[in-house]
């Protein structure tokens, strides 16, 4: 690994924040992941051995690395056991009053040299930035699911943000052998931004009946190249997280941006994609079954 090893704190043990754990461990980082749920913080330790015997079993990484990696992730529910992290990465849900609170929280615990950083896929940088005491050490660090094995990563630079903060969030970025996208804070940034509105398009063409759920993914896999249809992709994202994206960017820049109602309605059935077992898709195990539309 190029570069000094971090201690990186990863605030909240959910999909992201184990995600990136896995990342930074098998680099070559410690790991520190805090969560308030003790529960939580055990699911993301099983989530993360999972994925890790998941590597080894794909030849992606040999068995001795993984353990290695094992060994460098502990958990906590205790923000001083982060005190002496050189990277904070908050990783809670898509509320910016919440990560307020936590960065907040992680700035009067963290040493003053720390990079702070907040992996949002949407909400305003600057405004996050804003809340805190020194938010030139500050910026958004836009990981993509699964983290541990998508190549990029925005780092999304506040009003605030300092040279020295970007350098090093550019470096960390690096040194989990990722490439590092750097953008100034906007409405959706780059990714998000073009990302929900492939996706809204494609949810807008299935009410209609424009094609089918494996048609319309088929089209972009096959006929663009993406390594995976839109539909699929929200599934994977997270349909709520989806939709919180899409209202934030209405809010922001109009109504381009609504969410379709499809979309809707499947959040408030509590179909949210991969992590729920049913969106557009059936999923067991992490593994597409079949489209919802073919049932």
Known sequence: MAGATEHVAILGAGTMGRGIAHAAAVV?????????????????????????????????????????????????????????????????PEDIDLKTTVLGEAEATVNEDALLTSNTSSLPVTELAASLDRPERFCGLHFFNPAYVMGLVEVVTAEQTGDGARQHAVEFVESLEKEAVVVRDAPGFASSRLGVTLGAEAMRML????????????????GYRHPMGPLKLSDVVGLDVRLDILEHLREELGERFRPPEVLRRKVRAGHLGQKSGRGFYVWEDGEVVRPVDEE
């Open 28 to 92: 070559g980082h410690d790991v520190t992941m805090r969560d308030v749920d003790e529960s939580v913080l055990d699911e993301a330790a099983d989530a993360v051995d999972g994925t890790l015997s998941g590597a080894v079993e794909r030849d992606k990484l040999d068995a001795g690395a993984a353990e290695a990696a094992r060994d460098r992730i502990r958990t906590t529910t205790d923000l001083a056991d982060c005190a002496d992290a050189t990277v904070v990465v908050e990783a809670v």
């Open 207 to 222: 009410e209609t009946g424009a094609a089918g759920t494996a048609d319309i993914d088929a089209a972009m896999e096959l």
